[in-house]
């Protein structure tokens, strides 16, 4: 038997489908270049199967979440999972903020932050960086946007650089994305454990 | 094609200065960007939405975050669809109603959505792909705005 998961965890869920996902075996030549299937590598996760219904734009997606998430200079990597969980956090998009505030935490090797976050929310007591950046992801997440000039100046005197903002806006606007596939189009679960 | 060129820096008015350099360093993610745009806006196959019905769809999304300039941008290839681009429009005259509800709370009320949303749409016959389809043009534009929201502001004018 297994649950629905609604409070914010960093101990990652499974992802159900709400739609059926590709079968692999029935998968077309496009989505199984999107898929990235080979002899080797035939592991692919329900969550991209389901993504694989719109292969195209599968296939341009992933390669730009990679770029926003992982490219070197501007952010720190941490810094941008903390955009991508304020945006995760406002959409309540479970399963993304677990995956993100995990990563954060491993980063960071600390998990202060996302435990002052995932206990008191946007009222966490924060460094005035953190802060600076957790407000401005979380209000440019909402819809619509509400982040302001203040808040941009609030990042600049908190000592972003242009290049960090630019990785900011970057990673939580991706999240935008990505938690309006995987909160709507699935559920976190977890399995029950037997009484 | 430069990083100036792309729709998200174009739209946010970026010409030059300090965050047109930042941008440039990230170019390969505003060519990326226009890449996603185009895959979701005008696939090469479309399922059951068409390339003007989905350009409808992204101006009315647009409109509903505040962004007139994103919104003209897509509007003039949305054809006998642009009502739609009308936020007030309910779709029912085209017999969508259910698709540009969806539409909606996907890209504003997000944190709302529920299975019911989702069975909805599948009972009112969309098939699953298509249901993806429609996922991901609330999901790009919700991205593609945002990142023109920050760029506005980074250039020191409102979201």
């Not at chain 1, 409070?7 to 992802?15: A, C, L, Y």
């Not at chain 1, 998430?69 to 304020?86: F, K, N, Q, V």
């Not at chain 1, 992801?137 to 290049?163: F, H, N, V, W, Y």
């Not at chain 2, 969806?102 to 699953?128: M, R, V």
Request: aromatic share 6%.
């Amino acid at each position: 038997m297994s649950r629905v998961v609604r409070k914010f965890t960093r101990s990652v869920p499974q992802w159900q489908p709400r739609v059926t996902p590709v079968n692999l075996a029935e998968a077309t030549p496009e989505q199984l270049e999107a898929l990235q299937v080979t002899p080797s590598n035939t592991k692919v996760s329900d969550y991209v199967l389901t993504l694989a219904h719109d292969v195209e734009s599968l296939a341009v997606r992933s390669p730009l979440f990679n770029a926003i998430m992982y490219d070197p200079g501007g952010m720190s990597r941490a810094e941008r999972e903390l955009g991508a969980l304020a945006a995760s956090m406002v959409n309540r998009c479970i399963y993304c903020a677990a995956v993100h505030a995990d990563r954060h935490a491993k980063l960071e090797k600390d998990t202060a932050v996302t435990d002052a976050l995932f206990d008191k929310g946007g009222e966490a007591e924060l460094g005035p960086r953190n802060r600076a950046i957790f407000d401005f992801a979380r209000k440019l997440s909402e819809a619509p946007p509400e982040a302001t000039p203040e808040d941009m100046q609030m990042l600049r005197d908190a000592g972003l650089a242009e290049a960090e903002i630019l990785d900011l806006i970057l990673s939580s606007a991706l999240f935008g994305w990505a938690n309006r596939l995987m909160h709507v189009l699935g559920d976190p679960v977890r399995q029950e454990a037997e009484a | 094609m430069s990083a100036l060129e792309t729709t998200a820096l174009a739209v946010a008015g970026i010409t030059g200065g300090t965050v047109a350099e930042a941008a440039a360093d990230r170019a390969n993610i505003f060519e990326m960007t226009d890449a996603a745009e185009a895959a979701v806006l005008r696939p090469l196959y479309a399922g059951g939405f068409s390339h003007e019905l989905r350009a409808a769809l992204a101006a009315r999304v647009a409109r509903q975050a505040g962004d007139a300039a994103l919104a003209d941008h897509y509007l003039h290839a949305a054809g006998d669809m642009a009502a739609l681009a009308d936020p007030d429009e309910t779709g029912a005259a085209q017999g969508l109603a259910g698709v540009v509800a969806f539409c909606d709370k996907a890209a504003n009320a997000t944190k709302d959505i529920a299975p019911e949303d989702i069975s909805t749409l599948q009972d009112a016959g969309l098939s699953d792909a298509d249901i993806v389809r429609l996922c991901e043009l609330a999901a790009f534009l919700a991205y593609q705005l945002r990142v023109v929201a920050g760029l506005r502001l980074m250039r020191g004018g409102s979201a």
